[in-house]
């Protein structure tokens, strides 16, 4: 089944954090979650400055590190790091 979005209208230069994952897979599964507890998130190539692992990455917004990084460790999904990325919000173009 699949899900709709209710905020699926997402700026891109609010999200100013991003959460480097070890495998696709996990970066999906986070970004689901996320968004199916209304969080705002999008899926992003993978900054290499940041991580030369998966090649895809979570955007999201900072402020909100904790309660994700709670989130995301109660539901058991594996992720590298979360980074205060300032340079995401130079993408600065709406995403439906």
Not at 49 to 67: Q, R, T
């Amino acid at each position: 089944m699949v899900q709709v979005r209710e905020n699926a209208c997402i700026k891109i230069n609010m999200l100013d954090g991003v959460i480097t994952f070890f495998a696709s897979q996990q970066a999906v599964r986070a970004e689901r979650l996320l968004i199916n507890n209304s969080y705002k998130a999008m899926l992003i190539p993978g900054p290499r400055e940041i991580s030369p692992n998966c090649g895809v990455a979570l955007c999201f917004k900072f402020d909100k590190e904790k309660e994700i990084t709670n989130l995301l460790n109660e539901n058991k999904v594996i992720f590298e790091r979360i980074h205060y990325y300032p340079e995401a919000k130079k993408l600065s173009k709406w995403i439906e």
